[in-house]
């Protein structure tokens, strides 16, 4: 495969995206260009001779591609795009230039109509837009419940305020109940089903709301240690060399997973006997999920 060729294709497409947004005076997310593309690609379909040069994997925010995100920063650097707020833009010089000639899109002119039907949608801007890609794409169905209910409700008190914990429980179990079996996973799955039979203790305790802040650490590093999974079997062929890296780091983040799984279930110990406690969650842990939330935002 010509990966060069993707860095070609990725640019022109980018910067056909954002002049489409400049010119109808739209601003977006950086991080939402990255679910434009992707669906540009899943709308070409297998057989257009674009697809395997749009290479993307599946990641702690859904679709990603590293390619998207070094072409988009090399925009940046070349102060190509501006900023307001958490939303990105073309400055006028650009678009000027960028807008005049894409001979991407004079050679397939379907992206362009492809392209207005994406940003006509109304959900472009809103969590919808990033929900239907994992209602239409996910590898597997369940991700979507586990990502938007069980993990952003970890990082959302909109959604925490309004949490039935058995309501929740039963998307866990679902959870649990839909993991594929592979060998990489055994222990992920022991954890997750260990955390599960204590948030189920925990609930039946009716403890649940009262330990809500203990137990948003191993409920985020379970989505994220199991979607390093997912990027091991579903990603585009550019990214074969990164398998062996990508597996060393699943095996760290499961050993991070199961340790905290294991003082989740120490500090709440205390439920069952009575006795006192205070959290004292590894600084280590809180540096990673930090680390890597903060890498995507950046990207």
């Known amino acids: ?26 601003s977006i997310s950086h991080f939402r260009i990255q679910k434009v593309i992707f669906k ?9 001779p674009l697809f395997d040069y749009l290479p993307f994997y599946w990641y702690e925010h859904g679709p990603f591609s590293n390619v998207v995100s070094k072409q988009f920063r090399q925009l940046k650097n070349n102060n190509c795009i501006q900023y307001s707020l958490h939303t990105v833009f073309l400055d006028d010089k650009s678009f ?47 991700m979507h419940p586990f990502k938007y209910v069980l993990f952003e409700t970890t990082r959302d ?46 609930n039946d305790e009716n403890q649940f709301l009262n330990s809500w802040a203990h137990i948003i650490l191993p409920v985020q590093l ?36 199961n340790s905290s799984v294991d003082k989740f279930e120490d500090k709440t110990e205390f439920i069952f006997n009575n006795s006192s406690y205070s959290p004292d969650f590894d600084s280590f842990e809180y540096k990673m999920l930090n680390a890597t939330i903060g890498n995507y935002l950046r990207d």
């Open 1 to 26: 495969m010509d990966k060069s060729k993707s860095y070609d294709v990725v640019n022109d497409l980018l910067k056909f995206v954002l002049c489409e947004l400049k010119q109808k005076n739209m």
């Open 40 to 48: 540009i690609k899943m709308e070409l379909g297998h057989n257009h």
């Open 96 to 142: 000027d230039v960028f807008s005049k000639h894409n001979s991407l899109i004079d050679e397939y002119p379907i992206i362009n109509s492809i392209s207005d039907r994406i940003i006509a949608d109304s959900n472009l801007f809103f969590n919808k837009f990033d929900e239907d890609i994992y209602l239409d794409y996910a590898p597997f169905s369940f």
């Open 157 to 202: 008190d909109e959604l925490f305020s309004s949490l039935v914990s058995d309501n929740y429980l039963d998307v866990f179990y679902d959870c649990l109940s839909n993991l594929p079996y592979d060998n990489l996973l055994v222990d992920f799955s022991l954890s997750f089903s260990r955390l599960f039979s204590r948030l189920e203790l925990i």
């Open 222 to 257: 379970s989505w994220l240690t199991f979607v390093r999974w997912v990027r091991i079997y579903n990603h585009d062929a550019f990214y074969e060399e990164e398998i062996g890296s990508w597996k060393n780091e699943l095996e760290d983040y499961i050993k991070i997973f």
